[in-house]
């Protein structure tokens, strides 16, 4: 499965930010998903994670309570609704699937990776 995020952009603290991840050349209910991110200088971290049901959901601490994964299966879109952001949010985002049940939080469960929409947040 190939897959395309987008909806980055420039938001200011506080501000919203709803990423999008499509998918094709595959089904993207076979997989679970996950969103990653690089900030400048920094190791690529987990974000949050999406069960192929979409009934499972995990999320780094960092962003519970302000962000939320979700899924549309018959859309083959992922999505990740990003409120009150704050600076250190600023990263490149990534999203990546898996053939797996539930989600994870290793980005090397994940075999397919998007190329990456950055999203900036000013103070």
């Known amino acids: 499965v190939q897959l395309q995020a987008s909806g980055g952009g420039l938001a200011q603290t506080g501000g919203s930010l709803r990423l999008s991840c499509a998918a094709s050349?595959?089904?993207?209910?076979?997989?679970?998903v996950g969103w990653f991110r690089q900030a400048p200088g920094k190791e690529r971290e987990f974000v949050a994670t999406?069960?192929?049901?979409?009934?499972?959901?995990a999320y780094t601490d960092s962003v519970m309570g302000r962000f939320t994964i979700s899924r549309d299966n018959v859309k083959n879109m992922v999505y990740l609704q990003m409120n009150n952001l704050k600076p250190e949010d600023t990263a490149l985002y990534y999203c990546?699937?898996?053939?797996?049940?539930?989600?994870?939080?290793?980005?090397?469960?994940?075999?397919?990776w998007g190329q990456g929409t950055l999203v900036t947040v000013s103070s």
């Open positions: 999406i069960s192929r049901s979409g009934g499972s959901t």
């Open positions: 990546a699937a898996g053939q797996l049940g539930v989600g994870s939080r290793l980005a090397r469960d994940f075999g397919s």
């Open positions: 050349g595959g089904t993207l209910s076979l997989y679970a």
